[in-house]
């Protein structure tokens, strides 16, 4: 199925799948495969359509680094005026290596330590989504020893029940650990306007990811505007945001994407009557299409009626399908015109180690490379080094031209950290050195 239907950006010319102007083979044979290859034109695409979208009410676009973080990915971004989204210590320094303001960085998070929001007060960040009273009141301590005042929003957990592919995948319901919940959010948004170092300036969610309908949206944007409304009514007037979140979902086989007129139709108005700016926290809705993952064939072989494509790439460099059970096409970059039922599965040593189970594919052979489409979303940032697997070179095409972003790690990085020597220190001697701490 949907082997013709291919992501914006990556089309066939005479039969060889291309990622705008550049031939993938071409970049396979250069860079070496496995390779993340991102089209930057969808990237801006996928911006532009939903600055538009949201042209009708004051609104900033922030991108969410953790989708995909790579630098060469965060520069066409920071080129088309996004804020960024950040949820660590580690993402805040990407997103200010990339050359982001502080004042275009928001940071969300359900477990931030003390050293990373005292490293965004030091930034000087544009605001902090917290999501627990203790979490407000750790922020104002911080802020007291800076004597700075601290720019604050609740993230609000709407609990609003969703029909998220994957249980992993939703955050906004009942129950679950994210932001604050709905009942103790007056409570929480008036201790935080009593503090001292806390400027309380917004209230956030954020529902889940891969989202297809608009009815959460609309519902949760209501429940963040009537408890706008409330306290404003209690006198709690310094709000200026109100942050949608992410969440939008795009098409990965057959799903219906949320239509965007629909969306702003269900939810600015909402928006517009607050009077607050709009902030929204898309990922996936713009890199989740803008990539593809290219492997290479290095056996077939048939086990217990089974037909197997053993490829050179699988949950070390895509975990989705084996983490989420995720869907993504495959196809052959350039096909023999033969199709064939197989499991297609990678070299790590798991059974759960597979991109495509049971699917219709191109008949590929040894030496073919294969095409994993729409991995531009929580692919290679979730790359890891089981089974000592280096991870993969990322290529970013823009018309006819292309560049590695992210070069191949080297053997020499799998073993960066280790220590030769260890150096052992005796138990009995730290105790007595103050116990550890
Ligand atoms: C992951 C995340 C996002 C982005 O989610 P997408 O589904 O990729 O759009 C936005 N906001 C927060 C707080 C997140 O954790």
Known sequence: MGQSVLSTGFTRIEGVLHCEGVSLELIASEVGTPVYVYSAETIRDRYRRLDRMLSSVPHRIHY?????????????????????????????????????????????????????????????????????????????????????RAPVSIRVNPEITLDAPHDYIKTGGKGHKFGVPIDDVIHVAEVAASLDHVDLI????????????????????????????????????????????????????????????????????????????????????????????????????????????????????????????????????????????????????????????????????????IVVADTGAYGYVMASNYNSRLRPAEVMVDGDRFAVITAREAISDLTRLEVASPEWHLATAAATNGGGR
Do not use: W
């Open 64 to 148: 969410t680094l953790k989708a995909n973080s790579s630098r060469g990915v965060l520069a066409v971004l920071k080129e088309l005026g996004a804020g960024v989204d950040v949820v660590s210590g580690g993402e805040l320094r990407r997103a200010l290596v990339a050359g982001f303001a502080p004042s275009d960085i928001i940071f969300g998070g359900v477990g931030k330590t003390e050293a990373e929001l005292a490293e965004a007060l030091d930034a000087g960040i544009l605001l902090i989504n917290a999501e627990s009273e203790a979490e407000i009141r750790l922020i104002d301590a911080l802020a007291g020893q800076r004597e700075i």
């Open 202 to 369: 917004g209230l956030d969610m954020h529902l889940g990811s891969q989202l297809s309908r608009i009815d959460p949206y609309r519902e949760g944007t209501e429940r963040l505007a009537s408890i706008f409304a409330e306290l404003n009514k209690r006198g709690v007037a310094s709000l200026r945001y109100l942050d949608i979140g992410g969440g939008l979902g795009v098409r990965y086989d057959t799903e219906e994407p949320p239509d965007l007129q629909r969306f702003a139709a269900a939810i600015l108005p909402t928006v517009a009557e607050t009077g607050l700016q709009l902030i929204m926290e898309p990922g996936r809705f713009i890199v989740g299409n803008a990539g593809a993952l290219v492997g290479k064939v290095l056996y077939r072989k048939r086990s217990g009626g089974k037909d197997y494509v053993i490829v050179d790439t699988g949950m070390t460099e895509l975990l989705r399908p084996s983490h989420y059970g995720a869907f993504h096409r495959i196809s052959a970059l350039r096909p023999r015109g033969d199709a064939r039922r197989v499991d297609v599965v990678g070299p790590v040593c798991e059974s759960g180690d597979f991109l495509a189970l049971d699917r219709e594919l191109d008949d590929v052979q040894h030496g073919d490379y």
